[in-house]
């Protein structure tokens, strides 16, 4: 599948798939959806609202669907790295990208270098296992698709960032849901940046509270859901 490095309005980069006329990231700033949506309505919202829940005996932990680019991973573990917050990061994509790929992406000339090293070792990790990226980060790739997860209670954040419902209607459905709601502890919280009404139907259906929030720059809203 061809994909084609393209720069969006925050100067930082993503890629563009002409097969299915989709991009990884929004046009109007890869890096301000990124941060906007899985950092500051997830991670943020989440430390905010359990201020005692984490600790070093009992990490944060969070499902990542699509991990794609690395960006919400690498964003991840820069801000928890910068709160010494310990976390398992656990991470979901069928179709890795090549290392060709990986190279021609700028994430990391928007930050020191230390955190651009870090950026290439997220993606060095290798695939299904366990690697410590830092002190207090701990990833894991699968390589898999996500209608094929089993998990049980495990999580407390989702960061659901697959292609849109029209390009993949497949990994919206209550069925992939449901897996991502049995993920969740207890008061856990799915983003995602889609609000389409099957979407929003399809959580439901499964138990989750929805939330609507205001969008990052050239989207209106975007979506969190509670697990009750």
Partial sequence: MERILTPTEDGSMTL??????????????AIQESRHIFIRAGLEYFLETHPDS????????????????????????????????????HSIEKYPLASDEIASLNY???????????????HRCPWETE????????????????RNIHF???F????????????QPHLWTDAVFNRFYEALKPNGILVTYCV?????????????????????????????????
Wanted: glycine share 6%; hydrophobic share 35%.
């Fill in 108 to 122: 990391s000339n928007f930050t020191a270098p230390a955190e651009q090293e870090l950026f290439n070792e997220l």
């Fill in 54 to 89: 984490i600790s070093l005996q009992n990490p944060l932990h969070i499902l990542e669907a699509g991990f794609g680019t690395g960006l919400n991973a690498w964003l991840t573990l820069i801000r928890t790295r910068e709160l010494q917050l310990p976390v398992c990061y």
């Fill in 16 to 29: 563009y798939i002409p097969e299915l006329n989709e991009h990884y990231h929004s046009i109007h700033g």
């Fill in 156 to 167: 407390n954040i989702v960061y659901f960032d697959a292609f849109n419902p029209d390009v």
């Fill in 131 to 146: 690697q410590s990226v830092s002190p207090y980060f701990k990833l894991y790739k699968h390589r898999e698709d996500f």
């Fill in 196 to 228: 389409k009404g099957i979407v929003k139907q399809a959580l439901r259906n499964v138990g989750f509270r929805l939330k609507r929030l205001p969008g990052p720059p050239g989207k209106r809203e975007m979506l969190r859901a509670v697990k009750l």
């Fill in 152 to 154: 049980r209670s495990q």
